[in-house]
Every structure is written in C-alpha cells, then in structure tokens.
C-alpha cells in the first residue's frame, strides 16, 4: 500500500467553479499535512498546511483534514486558468525527521 | 532573492561522468533537505541535514550518491559515475529547527544523463 494516494487525475473544471482534491495516507499517527502546487517545469510551492482535524481557509483554498479517515483534501473556490497546475499532498510522518513523503500528484486543468 | 538558491538549474551529461549539484538554503533555516522527483512523481525524500550533520538517508541514495553541508550553510549533492537511471529533477528544500515541517523548495535541478 502506497503511503500518500492521490487520484492522479487530469480534474477538469469551468473557470469559477470549486475544485476538489483528495488525498489519503496510511500511516495513522502522521502529525502534519500540506498541499504543494507545481506548475510544469517548476518546483512545488508550499499553499497550505494543516494540523489538526477540520477545515482551514486561507482566500480561495480550504483544507480539510479527518484523521480518523486518514483522509486530507483541497478545496479551490472560484477557480481561475492560473490555479491549473499539479496538486502535490504531503505528509509528515511520525518519527521521520520531518522529512515530506508526497503523494504523485492531481494535475488540475482550470477550462476558461 | 532570498529563496532557496540551486545551481545549476541544468545540467546535461554522459553516462559515467561525475556531477555535482549545490543548493543555498534560506539563510535562518539550518534544516536541508533533497528530494528526487522523476516524471509524474512526487518529489522522494534522499537525505536531510541538521546544520553540518547529516541525520538519515534514504535507501534510494546509492553509494554513487554523496551530500554535504560543511558549514551548515550551502550543501552540495555529487552524483558518481551516472547513469540514465539517475536523470531527474533533485529539488532542494529548507525549514527552520522549531517548524521543520514546513519546507521551501528551491527551483531545482535538472538532470539529464545521456
């Protein structure tokens, strides 16, 4: 079993809708969560980071976290053509020296 | 610019040649990481440092793989002998002691072995 799953898409969504993202991991005990974005070519860039059950909104992206599911997703509102670019979840697993183990990434394509 | 720093953004090479990458973290940040990522994937975690000390390696990280960080500043990745196998993007990436989770990565190198 892979430790950090992500349909690896392509997701295609209308300019200004809401794009989900999901992610599950298998280590129950992770302590840290985070949502990179990629662009083609580019390094990833941290966008958010959550901690602790439930949601966290920073502007147009929410991340919500179930620990007992072991499940973390992305939501983007109001999606835009700038937002299309690979999705990349990270985990920070117990006991790891916080080094990130990431899943392969959704690549989202934004439809103007 | 004050972001993680790597050098070169490219490079080409031959099989069985030696390279040799180099990464300037944020200058507070005496946490280093690398990464490897190949197409499709997620960046694969290859080794970590705490200041000069080099803390774990991963399994990926063969003994043609070399990391060091002599100063707890700059770190340099060597690659031995490559091979196609080795062609990549190594992603560098830093943090401070107290928020070591969160990483910011560098723009990265890309590796092509011919």
């Known amino acids: 079993q892979k430790e950090v799953e992500q349909n690896s898409g392509p997701l295609s969504v209308p300019e200004g809708a809401i794009a989900s993202l999901n992610c599950t991991y298998s280590?129950?005990?992770?302590?840290?969560f985070f949502w990179y974005r990629q662009y083609s070519g580019k390094s990833p860039e941290l966008i958010m980071s959550?901690?602790?059950?439930g949601d966290k909104e920073d502007g147009r992206f929410t991340a919500q976290l179930n620990k007992a599911s072991q499940y973390v997703s992305l939501l983007i509102r109001d999606s835009q053509p700038s937002d299309s670019a690979t999705y990349l979840c990270a985990v920070n697993m117990r006991g790891s020296n916080y080094k990130l183990t990431f899943g392969k990434g959704t690549l989202l394509t934004v439809n103007p | 610019d004050t972001g993680v720093s790597q050098n070169p953004r490219h490079k080409i090479t031959k099989r069985g040649q030696n390279v040799t990458f180099r990464c300037d973290p944020i200058?507070?940040?005496?946490?280093l990481y690398w990464y490897r990522q190949t197409l499709g994937q997620g960046p694969e975690f290859l080794t970590y440092f705490q200041n000069e000390a080099q803390l774990e390696k991963s399994r990926l990280l063969s003994d043609r793989f070399s990391a060091e960080r002599p100063k707890g500043s700059f770190s340099t990745l060597e690659i031995q002998r490559t091979e196609q196998g080795d062609s990549a993007m190594y992603l560098c990436a830093s943090s401070l002691k107290l928020a070591g989770d969160i990483q910011y990565f560098g723009a990265g190198t890309r590796l092509s072995v011919l």
């Open positions: 959550i901690y602790s059950n």
């Open positions: 280590d129950r005990v992770s302590q840290s």
């Open positions: 200058s507070e940040h005496n946490r």
